[in-house]
Each structure stands twice: as C-alpha cells, then as structure tokens.
T-cell receptor, first 114, second 113 residues
Framework: GEDVEQSLFLSVREGDSSVINCTYT??????LYWYKQEPGAGLQLLTY?????DMKQDQRLTVLLNKKDKHLSLRIADTQTGDSAIYFCAEKEAGGTSYGKLTFGQGTILTVHP | GAVVSQHPSRVICKSGTSVKIECRSLDFQATTMFWYRQFPKQSLMLMATSNEGSKATYEQGVEKDKFLINHASLTLSTLTVTSAHPEDSSFYICSGDHLDTQYFGPGTRLTVL
C-alpha cells in the first residue's frame, strides 16, 4: 500500500531556517499536505500543494515537490520557538475505494532552541 | 474558515461503560468525516470514514460494533466507544473534508479506568 516516510527529529536554532523532508510512494497522489500538531491538540493545516506544482510559498513557508523522486519538503524561514511542534506530511489517495483518505508520515518533531 | 470542533475534549470513564464523542463542522458542510486514533508519540491511524446518510466504512482491524459511527447531518458525526476497556484509552481526532482538504478537530482524550 501507500507509504509516507519522514525523519523523526529536527533541531534548529531560533532564527535559522528549518527544512523537513518527506518521501512518498503513491505516484497517483493528487494533493500533498503539511500539518502541525502541538502537544495535546489536533492537527492544524499549514499548507498543501497540488501534485502538478513544483513549489508553493506562503509567508514563511515554502513547499517544494519533486514528483519524479516523490520527495516533498517544507521550509520554515526564520524559525521561532513557537514553531516547535510535530509536523506531519500527508498524501491524498487518488481514487477507488480509498478516495479522499490521507496517508500520514510518522511526524517530525521540530525543536527550536533560543 | 473550515473549523471543526469536538466534544468533549477530555473524558474519563469506568471500564464497561460507553462514551460518545461528537465532531461538528462549524462553518462548512461535511459530507465526509474521518475518525482517527493517535497513540502517544505516534502518527494518526484512520479508524473509519463517515459519510452523511450512509453507513461508515471501517478500516481493516477496527471493530464496527465496538466503535459505532453515526453521521446523521452534514455538520455532525458521532463516535461511540461501546463497552470501553483500558486498551481503548487514546486520543481520538476527527476531521471534516472541505474543498479537497481535511480540517481536524482539537481531539478528545479518552481514559478508561
């Protein structure tokens, strides 16, 4: 079945850029998403990208998609302590009985040091 | 926009009792809602897909008689954990599908004693 992989931990200094990477296996994915989860809370949608796009920028967030390598990344510019959280990438399954379902990565724990 | 609420946020119950969790889309209509379970320090596990006006579709390994889902309106889906046991203790999160994106509720922490 579909699989989404992320590195588990990332530690950065405040003010630096953070880059969180994700790889996926489903070549027919339609959308790819980045969600943020703070302790004890639900998931907050950060951004998403259509599978026919290469890049999307939204304020401090930049998403890069390499469809050939099935690689997705999220760059957070000027990382702040408030960005410390778990970041999940997810891909949306394209069709059939799985339509609309999301497959999540394991989550990357981002720690921002002052 | 696209806000999803859950109630209660936290519940503690005795073993053998049933617990109902509500998931509401506040500013959109959700034909499809999803129920997830999340164990500590782990990713989300999809339990079932809830479609308004029809039976839920459960993922493999999820007991439909234990986790009852009702999606009676376009803004409300409920998950009832029947005859709860300590192993059902977990964080339950729902989401509503809106314009090709899932928006998540804040989650419900269930503790079964």
């Amino acid at each position: 079945g579909e699989d989404v992989e992320q590195s588990l931990f990332l530690s950065v200094r405040e003010g630096d850029s953070s880059v969180i990477n994700c790889t996926y296996t489903d070549s027919s994915s339609t959308y790819l998403y980045w969600y943020k989860q703070e302790p004890g809370a639900g998931l907050q949608l950060l951004t998403y990208i259509f599978s026919n796009m290469d890049m999307k920028q939204d304020q401090r967030l930049t998403v890069l998609l390499n469809k050939k390598d099935k690689h997705l990344s999220l760059r957070i510019a000027d990382t702040q302590t408030g960005d410390s959280a778990i970041y999940f990438c997810a891909e949306k399954e394209a069709g059939g009985t799985s339509y609309g379902k999301l497959t999540f990565g394991q989550g990357t724990i981002l720690t921002v040091h002052p | 926009g696209a806000v999803v609420s859950q109630h209660p946020s936290r519940v503690i119950c005795k073993s053998g009792t049933s617990v109902k969790i509500e998931c509401r889309s506040l500013d959109f209509q959700a034909t499809t809602m999803f129920w997830y379970r999340q164990f500590p320090k782990q990713s989300l596990m999809l339990m079932a897909t809830s479609n308004e006006g029809s039976k839920a579709t459960y993922e493999q390994g999820v007991e439909k008689d234990k986790f009852l889902i009702n999606h009676a309106s376009l803004t409300l889906s409920t998950l009832t954990v029947t005859s709860a046991h300590p192993e059902d203790s977990s964080f339950y999160i729902c989401s509503g599908d809106h314009l090709d994106t899932q928006y998540f509720g804040p989650g419900t922490r269930l503790t079964v004693l």
